[in-house]
């Protein structure tokens, strides 16, 4: 505003020492402009009141996202550009409306995130007279979380029904623990229960023995996704729910392991809730700077009753082919390989699984890169 001021100061110095039609007309030809300015320089902006609406405040990864912003200013006066927009840094969004000479204002734009929790903090409103030269600034909270879940792929039924049948551990019932039958007897330890014990067997050692039971064995599926550092992640992420959608849809409990160097865990669950909760997790899921899936692969517990497990990831190396095969001799193992490229001693390592009744499948980043909420896989 210090160049307007000049600016009228010199026009009216000019007038007044040059005298005649012109130069006052120069001058009073001004003085609008710069008292509209001047008036929106000092424009009380900050007591305007300004809210945000997100419709469902749910979406998937890829879909426009509708903001809608409300904007009361404090008495009508007529702006030459009103700009409404998200005041974060690379979100994006905003509109501008002309000469406004309302105070209430209503606007639309839409955003693109990416998976996961966004905190919509705060709206920046700025108005201008139609040259620049008076502009006002304010930003207003108004705070919104908005949750972008992954995409995912329904995938066909008939890959689903190879999943249940394939390997050397396939089943066609599911098993459960038998408490009532006991195949041998080790040593107490703590935690055991007291109706485990094995008396017979504690009096020939004169030390206590707790029953072994067989291994319990149910319908329950884990879905690991690697959580290491990654170039396709992100279409790790999806892959994960696509096949998670699968099992819960063909009836199967599906559980959760994020593998990385902070170890995430969703217990299985067959109900629609699981759904959610899997769709939520994943949106949340980042990937770590260092660590994979080998230290949890060594970690049988993790999935020691599952019937069934699918390893996403984008890396197989020798440090993942030992575990697997011995995770295969005892269930049903599905291994799928994000990547674009492979060496030779990837496919070596790929034979070896398939031979020992790992299901192998290799998927190239760019199928998986293009899918929208509930394509489908080819």
Known sequence: MLGVGILTAVLFSYAMFQGGFVSWFLFYSFLPFGLHALTVALYPLRRAAVSRTVPARRYYAGEAIPVAVRVELPWPFPMAAVAVGEEREGKGGGAVVSWVFRRRLSCRWTLMLPRGRHQLETVRLEVSDMFGWGKRAESFSAPCTVIVYPRYVEWPASMVREWFSHGNAARTFAYRRDLAVAVGAREYAPGDKM??????????????????????????????????????????????????????????????????????????????????????????????????????????????????????????????????????????????????????????????????????????????????QGGEFQ
């Open 195 to 372: 109706s485990w014990v094995h008396w017979k067997a504690s009096a020939r050692k004169n030390e206590l023995m707790t029953k072994e039971f067989d291994e319990q064995r149910n319908d329950d599926w884990f879905v690991v996704l690697d959580g290491g550092p990654s170039p396709s992640f992100e279409e790790l992420v999806t892959l994960a729910a696509s096949v998670a959608k699968a099992l819960l849809d063909a009836g199967a409990p599906v559980g959760l392991l994020v593998a990385g160097k902070e170890r995430s865990s969703l217990a299985p669950r067959r109900h629609e809730e699981q759904w959610q909760a899997l769709l939520l997790r994943l949106a949340e899921v980042k990937a770590a700077r260092e660590g994979g899936m080998e230290a949890l692969l060594v970690d049988e517990t993790n999935w020691k009753t599952a019937a069934g497990c699918i390893f996403v990831t984008s890396a197989l190396s020798s440090a993942l082919v030992p575990p697997l095969r011995a995770l295969a001799m005892k269930r049903r193992v599905i291994l799928y390989v994000v990547t674009g490229e492979r060496r030779e001693e990837q496919r070596r390592w790929e034979e070896e699984l398939r031979r020992s009744g790992v299901h192998v499948s290799v998927i190239a980043p760019d199928m998986l890169q293009t899918v929208r």
